[in-house]
């Protein structure tokens, strides 16, 4: 029996080898490139966990065969670092993957950079976060920037096919009889991470039963070799932001569906105060005063989802979804009050007219007369005209009322007749 995992044995040796990641290693992309011509720049890689960072980088060394050493930014020293130039020295020329580079520390960096630049180092930093946010400036403009994107179902059955009929790394000389069910599960379950399908499969070929010298693997076996759906999410990284992003957008969007799969990811992910908080935030900025009501209803499913924790908070937190997406949609509080603060922040403030000035609540009433203001309860509906505004801006018009729903219709008849 192999030692290593299968996922390990079963690494590309070249980029003819990797499987998916078109973009970067496809016929005309620029990795191809840069392996064709020998002329290696120092890259980056970022994207989540199990999508092919250290296979792509052992298999551009493969295409080249320069040298190919594996360090962690936060585990391996200086020392380290130091025994790999002295072999850039030697050799000519060393590809380094330095994997978890958004942790590298100052000194570490700072012995790095000269080498980089001399290009004895050819460094490949490996990262699952943003490296535009995540990664000091001095190392990234150093760099060139490469996204890696989760395998899709096929590029993982593809995998797991290749280890199958791969007799010196893979599978083949078990014998295995793998049903299409358990290959469709791996590749389903494994969202994208082609690591975590292979060893699974792994398990599932090396612990089945044998039946005259053939080990069959049913969906059963895959269900319980994958356990758990290897759905990952960092609560901390790109992933959170995109899919809450992607959950906000459905809600304005009044796509119910989009909607409650977004959360369903956020559920997994477990972070209860990042749902309640977006929610309520959407609950103003995309409902608003098209249906007034409903951020006080959110506000209560937010505060039942809190009382009852997960896994019992996912109940209200669909019903508020549910509604928010079906709500009519104004925006009309986002753009009145950023307007106001546009004015503000170009110099646009201008002065209190002078009515408006000295104003506490109980004088209002007294003084009215002496400095010119009018106070409103003492008229009809409550209403008298009179200027608000400075002299600046007194014919500005902040507000702009949406027609979406009978609720804001109303807001808007009554702020045009007041305005007329």
Same mark, same amino acid.
């Given at each position: 029996?192999?030692?290593?995992?299968?996922?390990?044995?079963?690494?590309?040796?070249?980029?003819?080898?990797?499987?998916?990641?078109?973009?970067?290693?496809?016929?005309?992309?620029?990795? +191809?490139?840069?392996?064709?011509?020998?002329?290696?720049?120092?890259?980056?890689?970022?994207?989540?966990?199990?999508?092919?960072?250290?296979?792509?980088?052992?298999?551009?060394?493969?295409?080249?065969?320069?040298?190919?050493?594996?360090?962690?930014?936060?585990?391996?020293?200086?020392?380290?670092?130091?025994?790999?130039?002295?072999?850039?020295?030697?050799?000519?020329?060393?590809?380094?993957?330095?994997?978890?580079? !958004?942790?590298?520390?100052?000194?570490?960096?700072?012995?790095?950079?000269?080498?980089?630049?001399?290009?004895?180092?050819?460094?490949?930093?490996?990262?699952?976060?943003?490296?535009?946010?995540?990664?000091?400036?001095?190392?990234?403009?150093?760099?060139?920037?490469?996204?890696?994107?989760?395998?899709?179902?096929?590029?993982?059955?593809?995998?797991?096919?290749?280890?199958?009929?791969?007799?010196?790394?893979?599978?083949?000389?078990?014998?295995?009889?793998?049903?299409?069910?358990?290959?469709?599960?791996?590749?389903?379950?494994?969202?994208?991470?082609?690591?975590?399908?292979?060893?699974?499969?792994?398990?599932?070929?090396?612990?089945?039963?044998?039946?005259?010298?053939?080990? !069959?693997?049913?969906?059963?076996?895959?269900?319980?070799?994958?356990?758990?759906?290897?759905?990952?999410?960092?609560?901390?990284?790109?992933?959170?932001?995109?899919?809450?992003?992607?959950?906000?957008?459905?809600?304005? *969007?009044?796509?119910?569906?989009?909607?409650?799969?977004?959360?369903?990811?956020?559920?997994?992910?477990?972070?209860?105060?990042?749902?309640?908080?977006?929610?309520?935030?959407?609950?103003?900025?995309?409902? *608003?005063?098209?249906?007034?009501?409903?951020?006080? +209803?959110?506000?209560?499913?937010?505060?039942?989802?809190?009382?009852?924790?997960?896994?019992?908070?996912?109940?209200?937190?669909?019903?508020?979804?549910?509604?928010?997406?079906?709500?009519?949609?104004?925006?009309?509080?986002?753009?009145?009050?950023?307007?106001?603060?546009?004015?503000?922040?170009?110099?646009?403030? *201008?002065?209190?007219?002078?009515?408006?000035?000295?104003?506490?609540?109980?004088?209002?009433?007294?003084?009215?007369?002496?400095?010119?203001?009018?106070?409103?309860?003492?008229?009809?509906?409550?209403?008298?005209?009179?200027q608000y505004l400075p002299d600046t801006l007194k014919n500005k018009?902040?507000?702009?009322?949406?027609?979406?729903?009978?609720?804001?219709?109303?807001?808007?008849?009554?702020?045009?007749?007041?305005?007329?």
């Open positions: 029996m192999k030692n290593e995992p299968l996922a390990y044995r079963m690494r590309p040796k070249t980029i003819d080898d990797v499987i998916s990641q078109d973009h970067l290693v496809g016929p005309k992309a620029i990795i +191809r490139r840069m392996v064709n011509t020998k002329r290696l720049t120092s890259m980056i890689f970022y994207g989540p966990p199990g999508i092919g960072k250290t296979s792509i980088a052992q298999a551009i060394a493969g295409s080249t065969q320069y040298k190919f050493r594996q360090l962690n930014a936060v585990t391996n020293t200086k020392k380290d670092m130091q025994l790999v130039v002295e072999e850039a020295k030697m050799s000519g020329q060393v590809i380094l993957l330095l994997d978890e580079i !958004h942790r590298l520390d100052k000194a570490k960096q700072d012995f790095l950079l000269p080498h980089l630049e001399s290009g004895k180092i050819v460094l490949i930093g490996a990262t699952t976060s943003n490296p535009y946010h995540a990664i000091n400036p001095a190392i990234r403009s150093r760099a060139q920037i490469f996204e890696l994107y989760p395998l899709d179902k096929e590029n993982i059955m593809e995998a797991l096919n290749r280890a199958l009929n791969d007799e010196e790394n893979g599978l083949l000389s078990y014998a295995p009889k793998v049903d299409q069910e358990a290959i469709e599960y791996f590749a389903d379950s494994s969202y994208g991470d082609v690591r975590s399908a292979l060893n699974a499969l792994e398990l599932a070929v090396l612990s089945a039963e044998e039946t005259h010298g053939v080990r !069959h693997v049913t969906i059963e076996d895959a269900e319980v070799c994958m356990q758990k759906s290897a759905f990952q999410y960092d609560k901390d990284g790109d992933q959170h932001y995109d899919v809450m992003s992607a959950f906000q957008k459905s809600i304005r *969007g009044s796509d119910v569906d989009a909607a409650l799969h977004y959360l369903a990811r956020l559920i997994e992910g477990g972070d209860l105060p990042a749902i309640t908080r977006r929610l309520l935030v959407i609950s103003f900025e995309d409902i *608003g005063l098209a249906s007034p009501g409903a951020a006080s +209803r959110t506000l209560s499913a937010i505060e039942a989802s809190e009382r009852l924790g997960f896994p019992e908070a996912r109940i209200p937190l669909s019903q508020a979804v549910i509604e928010l997406c079906l709500s009519p949609k104004s925006n009309s509080t986002v753009t009145s009050i950023d307007a106001a603060l546009s004015d503000i922040r170009n110099g646009k403030a *201008g002065l209190v007219p002078k009515h408006l000035k000295d104003g506490h609540y109980q004088g209002a009433k007294e003084l009215g007369n002496a400095i010119g203001y009018k106070y409103p309860h003492n008229y009809e509906n409550g209403y008298v005209e009179q018009k902040y507000y702009q009322p949406k027609t979406t729903s009978k609720a804001e219709q109303k807001f808007a008849e009554v702020y045009q007749n007041l305005k007329k």
